[in-house]
């Protein structure tokens, strides 16, 4: 289970007392034989790396218009394979608002490679650099650091100062690999206060507060000094994820900040740390939220014959308005709880974010008399909500609640694809906040119909060949993964089928309803593989390869849940011909698996020359407790013995 400790970084602390690190140096530019020689043990000794260190430490510093802040971070990280390479690729993101921009400065890094038993040093203080635009706030500066292999020591560091003193830095303590060591320092001045809540842990290895030794600075005649805060912990395992899992920041071991309230020199205090009731109220006063939707009411008469649309059916309505911003607006896959550009603006580009196209749609519903709101969400890369804490910075993405004929709808215009009573399946992830102005009231994103992926094989055995007929079905999410990945491009489909293993037989692939959303997505095609024959014997794979062969559970344990995003169940029919000359020696055995969260079928008929074989399996819930996890990984087992078992053919004596 996550844990989690929520207190108040202010001026004065609790002190506590601070345990002696391991033997391992810290001064950045100077390693030691233990960083040389270091290995991972115990369940970590096949990491790909570890982190021997990582310091960060965050402070404030006078600007002509009061404070900015400073976050500087050092880290030193031994590569021990290959894979493990990748963390000499450096990303750090910075913000940015209006002309107002985090700067990036001081980058620096070495690499230390042993090289004929002696220790070669080599810095790098001019690396090549670039920016990366992840949504209209966030940028990224990439680098990789260069001459990096297997046994190498790598060390950076880097510096970013601020102007937004609300973008105190957060803190990860806990890796995809192994952190030996980390640190984080915050020095507070008494004219701003965080809160800060740390996740996945109750206490940290080290922790004292202390009183800055430096002299007291001034201010508008007020004399001030800094609270020097420092949390360590020590040896922190690697965080092992596999599939079916929402995010790693719902699980890792961090710290998060948010500025708590504002001491003016002059006296008076603003309090930024909300309740919801508060939070909902400034959003439906934001110029760029709750304003927005009124504003884009506005232009419902311009893209609708107001009177005509007035006489139709709710749900007609709906669909009207929905369709057309799906069809006249495209997501630039940006992500945001705030409209980026004026409704007249999305109107002319035909481009927004998350926020521009959804509030827009609500404005033009409410517009329409249909009673909708914007609901704020975490995206399921984003994390999850933590519901005690009225934190705007847990939502990054908005979708629409809509009441038609009675009925709640959740949509989200940005997925073209989608049904219109349906959100992404990247949005589906706990729980989402209604903006309303009569009350705080949250609603269920989880989504419980099954979708269903069936596959239907008719196979022909012509000389040295396996001739296959193969059509699919898929509803629901299936369905929309199939629109989006593949959709009606014949290449993309021949490229996924021949990478397979598949010979598709040229001008056969055909694709039914991608554009009509609400019915299943169909598609078909003729493949042809080689026999696999061995001692006399025909060995055919009823599902070919389309049934699953790898194990997606891997871990012996699991301490967090197995989030399959939505129910699930797949059905594969195969139709064997028996050529003439030819029976079965063996067919698998049939076999059933019943319970309250999984279902498993195999089936097996035969009548003359043909074999008829039916596998079915249902994942029933679309989330798993963590107690379940032995158990799932069991059902997966057993899918990928009954869905890889052959029929063997022999020849007639």
């Known amino acids: 289970m996550t844990k989690y400790l929520f207190l108040f970084l202010g001026l004065f602390f609790n002190h506590t007392l601070h345990t002696e690190a391991q033997t391992l140096s ?12 270091y290995t991972c ?7 790909e790396a570890v982190v021997l260190y990582d310091i960060g430490k965050s ?3 006078r600007d002509d218009n009061g404070f900015d802040l400073v976050f500087e971070r050092r880290t030193r990280i031994k590569i021990f394979s290959e894979p493990g390479r990748k963390w000499a690729d450096i990303e750090i993101p910075f913000y940015h608002k209006g002309d107002d921009w985090e700067k990036i400065y001081d980058i620096e890094a070495y690499t230390y490679n042993v090289e004929g038993g002696v220790l070669k040093k080599t810095k790098f203080d001019n690396i090549d650099t670039h920016d990366e635009k992840k949504n209209e706030h966030w940028d990224v500066k990439k680098f990789a650091i260069p001459n990096v292999k297997d046994g190498t020591v790598i060390e950076y560091k880097y510096k970013v100062i601020t102007p937004f003193v609300f973008n105190l830095e957060n803190w990860k303590f806990q890796w995809r690999i192994p952190v030996v060591y980390s640190e984080y320092n915050v020095a507070m001045i008494p004219f701003y206060e965080y809160s800060y809540l740390l996740q996945g842990a109750d206490h940290f ?11 007291p600075q001034q201010i508008a005649g007020i004399n001030y000094g800094e609270m020097i805060h420092e949390f360590v912990m020590e040896n922190v395992p690697a965080f092992k994820d596999e599939e079916f899992i929402s995010s790693i920041n719902d699980y890792i071991i961090k710290m998060n900040f948010q500025l708590a309230q504002i001491n003016s020199l002059h006296g008076g205090t603003s309090y930024v740390v909300t309740t919801w009731p508060d939070l909902i109220r400034d959003l439906n006063r934001n110029e760029n939220f709750g304003r927005h939707v009124n504003k884009s009411g506005r232009f419902a008469s311009k893209l609708f014959n107001m009177d005509s649309l007035s006489k139709k059916p709710q749900e007609e309505k709906y669909n009207l308005i929905m369709n057309k911003v799906k069809s006249s607006i495209s997501w630039n896959d940006h992500k945001g709880i705030y409209a980026s550009k004026s409704a007249g603006n999305l109107v002319d580009t035909k481009t927004g974010n998350c926020a521009d196209i959804n509030l827009f749609a609500i404005g033009l519903l409410n517009e329409a ?8 969400i975490s995206t399921r890369d984003h994390g999850k909500i933590k519901y005690d804490y009225p934190y705007l910075d847990f939502f990054n993405y908005v979708i629409i609640f809509a009441n038609v004929e009675g009925k709640n709808i959740l949509a989200d215009a940005t997925e073209i694809h989608g049904s219109n009573s349906r959100i992404s399946p990247g ?5 989402g906040l209604i903006i309303n102005k009569e009350e705080v009231k949250w609603v269920s994103l989880e989504f419980k119909m099954i979708s269903d992926l069936q596959t239907n094989l008719n196979m022909n055995l012509d000389g040295q060949k396996l001739s296959t007929h193969m059509s699919l079905s898929a509803t629901e999410y299936d369905a929309l993964e199939l629109r989006n990945k593949y959709g009606e491009n014949y290449e993309k489909i021949k490229t996924h089928l021949v990478e397979k293993g598949y010979v598709v037989v040229d001008s056969t692939i055909t694709v039914q309803n991608q554009s009509k959303k609400e019915a299943p997505y169909l598609m078909s095609c003729d493949v042809i593989l080689e026999i696999e024959e061995i001692n006399n014997k025909i060995y055919v ?3 070919l390869n389309e049934t699953l062969s790898i194990n997606p559970l891997k871990q012996k344990t699991r301490s967090y849940p197995i989030d399959m995003v939505y129910a699930t169940k797949r059905s594969f029919t195969s139709v064997i011909h028996i050529p003439e000359g030819y029976h079965a020696e063996f067919t698998p055995e049939t076999e059933h698996i019943k319970n309250e969260i999984f279902e498993m079928d195999y089936l097996v008929d035969q009548k003359d020359n043909q074999i008829n074989i039916s596998f079915t399996y249902s994942f029933k819930n679309p989330v798993y407790e963590a107690a379940d996890y032995t158990k799932i990984k069991y059902y997966y087992l057993q899918i990928i013995k009954k869905g890889n078992e052959k029929v063997v053919l022999v020849k007639d004596e």
């Open 369 to 376: 008399g249909i009673e909708a709101y914007p609901v704020l």
């Open 26 to 37: 810290k001064e950045y530019g100077q390693i030691g034989q233990y960083d040389i020689d």
């Open 205 to 215: 290895d080290a922790q004292k507060s202390f009183v800055s030794p430096k002299n």
């Open 59 to 61: 402070y404030f510093i």
């Open 541 to 543: 794979s009823p599902f």
């Open 41 to 47: 043990t115990g369940e970590d000794k096949a990491a």
């Open 427 to 431: 949005c589906i992830n706990d729980m």
